[in-house]
């Protein structure tokens, strides 16, 4: 076949997919994970069961493929809140704020549970946890963060804090949340 | 039977069953929450399967007793430290010190997460949150630490910071998280 040819199937596969993963992502967000069935996800994606199951073999990869793309997506969104122009502080507040927000929307349940073992979880975590001690240490070296404790302490402190939005019901209580916890990271005064 | 003989034997259950209980601790704390096999408890308990087999069902039935008095004992250990003399933040500091020694001796896998599932787990986090919130609050009155976020909210961030320490290889770093936890409840400077 000529070259062409591949990549306009290639194009295609690729649409295909993310338009699946689009209906996932619907579903999820309509009626929470157990939501996602491959009845569901053909009919509303417009495509055959049969087809479907070329792509996936069964619902819960839909959900691992939907994750996958999720966790890229955010830590794409954390690299360009950190990226803005602001101290080393008022970035690394930025990127709390936004990582405590993703938090809030996590699932409960078996379901959840098991994504969230999955290696993609792992390594974003490893990444994000490695973009907030950069801040952190630039952070310390400039002077408006503590400096007496390793920086790579003080994101995991950040990160677990954090993990208390889960539970959160308002955004205001979120900020809140992230206010108290980069209360920890500030110079002790003497 | 007459009621002595009753009491001998509900004496004698009880001190069988502490003793199953004090052979999976040693278990667990050599080759972690696999080690504990039925054949291992029994042989090291100095009973015999079949007994073994009328006090528990199963491996995963030990554990998870010797779970339930793991976090009693632990409950106990924290309200002990609370009721010390101090102020209300110096109380907190110490409660928070030996919790955080607590979470660092999680054990992690499959059989962690099962245990942790349990309804005594959920309620001992319960119990835990409230004793936290309690003096927070009273720390808050007194004006040593800030009053301008609910200390229900204070209290979950302080347990969700501490969950960091599970990582946590020396007991200098657990220090500093906790130290740096307590930072984030500082009223903050005008």
Redesign the interface.
Known sequence: MPKLWNETIDAHRHAVREAILDTAAKLVEAGGLRAVTMSKVAEQTGIGRATLYKYFSDAEAVLLAWHERQVTDHLHQLAEVRDRSGTPAERLEAVLQTYAAIARQRHGGELA?LLHQGEHVTHAERHLAGMVQALIAEGAAEGGL?AD?PPA??A??C??????AG??TSEA?TR??V????????P??R
Chains 1, 2 share one sequence.
């Open positions: 549970t503590r404790v302490e003080l995991q402190y990160l677990h804090a954090l993990t208390a539970a959160l209580a809140r949340l206010e108290v916890t980069l209360g920890g990271l500030r002790v005064p």
